[in-house]
């Protein structure tokens, strides 16, 4: 998956383009720059890749999400259900603009269950946010239904899945507003960026405005620009945009290099009968960023991790021993540790967390192997992994 992994003349001249003129920030200085806009080329660049109307650059995914919410008018005291696997940022976003994250369970799909979301709706539910983890997808003809039956904006964080498709659609493009992430270990990088997608043009404006103080951005002189309403500073550098549109362009060459090596990995693990790989929705096609699967029990899986380490395969994680991506470790969260005083609100909102348990989500976490698929790797390197994986796995299961 990280685009780094193949960096090259490409990205540097897009970089350098960017230093020959000197001007860093995406907005104004027009005369000195002769004539590159790296952030505009690489939203254009965007749009045309998910087929959407309108991409927001910003700063971070993170940033993206908290953006892509407040754009839809989510705040103070709006429930916003989300999965408990995921990144932290999911949580982080949410709570940055007052509002409320709901945590409800995943399916065999590793993201959120609709019928877990159906229950988890009340009065003060304002929004859904699906995460599409490790470069696959929920079924979101289904949580497209539960939003139009309870009238909830759909927001649906890509950040992990790029180049992944659902019914013939981009991954992060489905949604009524998207979000991408290009940090530094993510299929396409910038080194730290983001991307709010959407084809609703009210909250393309308001990503636009929001993430940059609010500036109107008609006209071209800043000083002179009119502030509609309150935002804040989201914005990305030239230089981070630069290295994204080399490597946007590069897209094509890295989901087929992904393909290809996931598929030699499935392939060799197809031959072991109790490995069961994620479900993928009817229609969906993954990114082929990770190779996620299942064994029979919770013990198999830490074993498996467990001989995976000792015997050199890394970038493999049993992401129930894991303190960023799943709800059980996140402890500073459920005992809401902030360095600012958080509204009453919200921390009655939270008190759940205290308490509930998430047996449907620990069945599939404490079972799951999820593997990052590298660019960098040769065919050889893949096939000796491939066969190593089987080997492990063959050893612990036979031993049941
Ligand atoms: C990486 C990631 C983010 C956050 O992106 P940053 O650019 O690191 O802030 C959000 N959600 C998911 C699912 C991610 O994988």
């Given amino acids: 998956m990280p685009g780094f992994e193949l960096f090259s003349d490409l990205e540097r001249k897009e970089v350098n383009d960017v230093l020959d003129n000197g001007v860093l920030m995406r907005y104004g200085f027009d005369g000195m720059r002769k004539g590159h806009w790296k952030a505009k080329e690489l939203e254009s660049e965007l749009e045309k890749t998910f ?57 065999d799909t590793l993201t959120l269950d609709p019928k877990a979301v159906e229950a988890a709706v009340t009065s003060k ?21 539960v939003c139009n039956i309870h009238k909830l904006i759909f927001v649906e964080d890509a950040c992990q899945a790029i180049g992944g498709t659902y019914k013939g659609k981009s991954l992060g493009s489905i949604a009524d507003i998207g979000c991408f992430s290009f940090d530094f270990v993510k299929t396409i990088t910038c080194g730290e960026g983001g991307a709010v997608v959407t084809n609703n043009n009210d909250y393309y404006i308001n990503a636009d405005h929001y993430s940059d103080h609010g500036h109107d951005h008609i006209g071209n002189d800043r000083g002179a620009e009119t502030h509609p309403f309150l935002g804040y500073n989201f914005r990305i550098s030239e230089l981070h945009a630069a290295v994204g549109l080399a490597q946007i362009r590069r897209l094509p060459e890295f989901i087929a290099i992904q393909k290809k090596n996931y598929t030699i990995l499935r392939e060799a693990l197809s031959q072991i009968p109790e490995v069961i790989f994620r479900t ?98 040769t065919e050889d390197e893949v096939r000796a992994r491939a066969d190593k994986m089987v080997e492990c796995i063959t050893k612990i299961i036979s031993k049941r």
């Fill in 51 to 107: 087929g959407s109307s309108h991409v927001q650059l910003v700063s971070s995914g993170t940033a993206a999400v908290s953006v892509a919410l407040a754009s839809a008018g989510v705040g103070a005291g709006d429930e916003v259900i989300m999965p408990t696997f995921t990144f932290v940022a999911s949580f982080e976003a949410i709570m940055m603009l007052g509002a409320i994250p709901v945590l409800v369970d995943i399916d």
């Fill in 125 to 145: 539910t304002k929004a859904v946010m699906v995460v599409q983890m490790c470069g696959s997808m929920a079924d979101m003809d289904a949580l497209r239904q």
């Fill in 280 to 377: 993928v929705p009817q229609g969906g096609e993954e990114s082929y960023a990770f190779l996620n699967f299942f064994l029979p029990d919770a013990e198999s899986a830490q074993k498996v991790s467990g001989a995976f380490k000792e015997n050199g395969i890394d970038v493999c994680w049993n992401y129930y021993q894991n303190n960023w991506h799943y709800i059980r470790k996140w402890n500073h969260l459920k005992e809401l540790k902030s360095l600012f005083p958080i509204s009453k609100e919200v921390k009655e909102g939270l008190k759940y967390l205290q308490t509930k348990t998430f047996e449907q989500s620990d069945h599939y976490i404490a079972r799951n192997i999820s593997c990052l698929i590298k660019l960098s790797w």
